[in-house]
């Protein structure tokens, strides 16, 4: 069975990011960054914005997680560099580095979604700029990229469209929910949950930890619909690309395989996940 979603489940699937925690760049400040973005990124991703520095963690073996290593995390800049349809996303900050592909509308068609590409296509935009930082790093003599956490995220919107009729009905969707309920509580209103499971290889090591985040919303028009946001996080096996783009790939199938088992069979076949 395939380890990758239909193209045609971008009715579902709004967003995928693969990112990368690393030691810290402490002399990459405002000025380099402005650089960083003239000399790699600017002419693909014209939009530049500065956003609040991301906070990322490592996986502990305990269970816990750890902050990534920073010497000045008030100062740390993360800088958003945008394509200009808005579907591609590239975060840079002294110490982790994301690219995202979004679900958005076309501009030539009515109403109509961008596609999802496939697994294949995102890692590789991944890997072409990450190589970008890799060398400029490596050209201004910034320091050696050394990772030291990856990551992997699918964000779904499950809408109630026909398959369930609200919060109460989530029985329909996801599989942990029993669908006997009891005479005495009423119907849910609405929930936040997250669940963990732990990543490990062939041989029983442990790799890494695999997240599901589900919360119920609604838009403007009362329609009810459900947030799934699905990621992989643990530490590559070396320091270099290649050791981040095989804990992705690895990441990539227990989200594929773990979705499988974590929606409903009805569910997958609605949103044609399956």
């Not at 489940?9 to 990011?17: D, G, N, P, Q, R």
């Not at 990551?151 to 369930?164: D, K, M, N």
């Amino acid at each position: 069975m395939s380890v990758d979603f239909d193209r045609s489940s971008t009715t579902a699937l709004v967003e995928v990011a693969l990112s990368v925690g690393f030691e810290e760049f402490h002399r990459m400040l405002r000025y380099e960054l402005d650089d960083l973005w003239d000399q790699k990124y600017a002419e693909h991703f014209p939009t530049d914005e500065e956003k609040a520095p991301h906070k990322p963690f490592i996986e502990e073996p305990d269970g816990g997680l750890a902050a990534l290593p920073s010497a000045s995390p008030i100062t740390n800049i993360r800088r958003w560099f945008s394509s200009e349809d808005g579907s591609g996303l590239v975060q840079v900050q002294r110490n982790w580095f994301a690219r995202n592909w979004r679900a958005t509308l076309e501009t030539t068609s009515n109403g109509a979604v961008t596609p999802y590409p496939g697994y294949a296509s995102v890692r590789s935009d991944f890997a072409e700029s990450l190589q970008g930082l890799i060398d400029f790093v490596g050209d201004t003599d910034l320091g050696e990229f050394k990772p030291l956490q990856c990551e992997i995220s699918y964000r779904f919107q499950l809408r109630a469209e026909g398959l369930w009729d609200g919060p109460g009905g989530l029985d329909q969707v996801v599989r942990m929910f029993s669908a006997d309920r009891g005479s005495y509580l009423p119907d849910l209103e609405a929930m936040r949950i997250i669940t963990q499971y732990p990543m490990s290889d062939g041989t029983g090591k442990r790799r890494g930890r695999l997240y599901a985040r589900i919360e119920t919303g609604a838009g403007e028009d009362g329609s009810d619909f459900l947030i799934l946001t699905i990621f992989a996080r643990g530490t590559p096996d070396g320091h270099r690309s290649e050791d981040v783009y095989a804990f992705q790939d690895e990441g990539q199938q227990w989200i594929v395989n773990g979705l499988r088992e974590f929606l409903t069979p009805d569910a997958l076949d609605w949103y044609n996940l399956g």
